[in-house]
């Protein structure tokens, strides 16, 4: 005889990612029937409506101190509420920069180059809808890092990336560019999710168990058979290693990067980040933990290739979008030092580089959006050439970021690269200290190229232009630079806020 048991269901504590998946729906019904003119403000404001709201709710969750929710397949500890706030407040810079229309492509059914495409353009039709898809991704992304059973997991993978996988397609020009991104990105997508699902199989064989804690209980007892947990790490890990973009399953990164809406870049480089990294931190601190040497050789190979590669290719890039692409390639072996250290000074920088590297991420492509000609967007690094004589204020926001993104002194990046570097010595992983080190020298090396591009070069005749930011372009670039700034020059309170509430509880 089956016995069925009715969920129980914390709603309090489950209240941040309810709400936006709340707002996510209402979203929905807007596009079903609110007419036409009114629906790009009413989206705009439901989406950061229920943002803000979340992180209201986040605070009072974190008030409540750590528990568990939805029959224990939640955890919301320390370190996943700070995860969570992390992608709440990135989302919200990111929806100030998705709110500017001109990123997106006016009619997303319609056939690029076709009759009926130059109609709604003409028309000036405007796609709303991503939107709710925003926010269905929020709602994937806050779940990921605070699934504690491998089904939920899974779940909150999906949600997170569907919707991204659509926006990937939407770019307003070069959309056949923008369509193949998607497509590049929904079938390495899917491959990934595959890999995922047979990690939990062969997990599940091992432990006969999908929560993390029972998992762990499994690895303390040595019950099971060491080949299965060996092959589920391995596939596991393929998967959440897809959604970093590490070395060698970043195949997907530039061309994605490049091809979609740059607001969707900006959203998607910065918060898939937090989301997959918060997943990953949890799983090899909470779940294989005991399982330390089986898994660390491989993740200090795959960290130190992916160091090495980034910061070599992105030298040879010529685009713009595909530089930063593969510095944030760069930037996931860094954040793997962290996965790898297993200490409470890893978790703590690995928080701490997530949120100021998102930051920096969606201020950079923000000024990216403003460089443009008749076409559209400039992202030929060559035709940036003399912008900060055309647009100082921009260059030097944009030279802002990348001197972040290389480490440099007064930025939040010298802060958070120090503090990841000292967890991998504190651990003893010097391979990953001096790779690392080395890494951010030739990482810097592109960085000060394009400043010097930008500052010590006459400026080209070509069309390029600087296009004055529209207000919520604005407040990204705005937001972006303060937080960077303020959070190199002093960054204790955050750090300290960090260490003393950042813990995962099995």
């Known amino acids: 005889m089956i016995n069925f048991y009715s969920p129980t269901l914390e709603y309090s504590l489950l209240a941040p990612i309810l709400i936006v998946l709340g707002g996510a729906l209402i979203g929905v019904l807007i596009e079903a029937f609110a007419p036409a003119a009114s ?53 919200i810079i990111s929806v100030f920069l998705l709110a500017d229309q001109e990123n997106f492509t006016a009619l997303a059914a319609a056939l690029p180059g076709s009759e009926q495409e130059r109609d ?7 796609v709303t809808e991503i939107y709710p898809l925003t926010l269905f991704a929020v709602a994937g992304m806050m779940l990921f890092p605070v699934a504690t059973d491998l089904i939920t997991l899974f779940v909150a993978l999906e949600v997170l990336s569907l919707p991204l996988y659509i926006l990937a397609g939407l770019s307003r020009r070069r959309r056949l560019m923008s369509q193949e991104s998607a497509l590049k990105y929904f079938l390495l997508g899917a491959f990934s999710s595959a890999f995922f699902l047979m990690g939990i ?97 491989a993740l200090i190979a795959i960290a130190l290739v992916t160091m090495a590669f980034g910061s070599l290719v992105a030298i040879a890039q010529k685009d713009v979008k595909r530089m930063l692409a593969y510095s944030s390639i760069a930037h996931a072996g860094f954040l793997l030092a962290g996965v790898i250290s297993l200490n409470k000074s890893g978790l703590d920088a690995t928080i701490f580089y997530l949120f100021v590297y998102g930051v920096a991420t969606v201020g950079a492509f923000a000024i990216v959006t403003l460089v443009r000609d008749s076409a559209g967007e400039v992202t030929d690094l060559n035709r940036w050439s003399g912008l900060g004589k055309r647009s100082p204020w921009v260059a030097t926001a944009f030279a802002g970021f990348l001197l972040a993104f290389a480490g440099i002194p007064l930025t939040s990046g010298f802060i958070g690269k120090f503090a990841i570097f000292s967890a991998a010595y504190e651990s003893g992983s010097t391979a990953i200290l001096i790779t690392g080190v080395l890494a951010s020298a030739i990482a810097a090396f592109f960085y000060i190229r394009v400043i010097v591009l930008m500052f010590f070069k006459d400026p080209i005749e070509d069309g390029t232009t600087v296009v004055i930011p529209s207000l919520f372009t604005q407040v990204a670039i705005t937001i972006s630079t303060v937080i960077t700034f303020a959070l190199g020059i002093y960054p204790t309170p955050l750090i300290n806020f960090i260490q003393s509430t950042a813990q995962f509880i099995r």
């Open 120 to 126: 709604s353009l003409r028309q000036d039709l405007k």
């Open 201 to 297: 199989a062969y997990l599940y064989g091992y432990s006969s168990s999908v929560s993390l804690s029972g998992i762990h209980a499994a690895v303390v007892g040595g019950s099971g058979n060491d080949i299965y947990l060996l092959l589920g790490i391995a596939f596991l890990s393929v998967g959440l290693l897809f959604k970093v973009g590490a070395v060698p399953f970043h195949a997907w990164t530039p061309d994605v990067y490049q091809g979609a809406p740059t607001a969707v870049t900006a959203f998607m480089a910065a918060a898939t980040k937090v989301a997959a990294f918060g997943a990953m931190l949890r799983i090899f601190y909470v779940c294989f933990a005991e399982a330390y040497w089986q898994w660390r050789p």
């Open 39 to 91: 629906r790009t403000r009413s989206q705009l404001f439901i989406t950061l409506t229920s943002l803000v709201l979340s992180l209201a709710a986040l605070i009072k969750v974190r008030n409540e101190g750590s528990a568990s929710a939805a029959m224990e397949s939640v955890t919301f500890d320390g370190a996943g509420v700070l995860l969570q706030a992390s992608i709440l407040v990135l989302a």
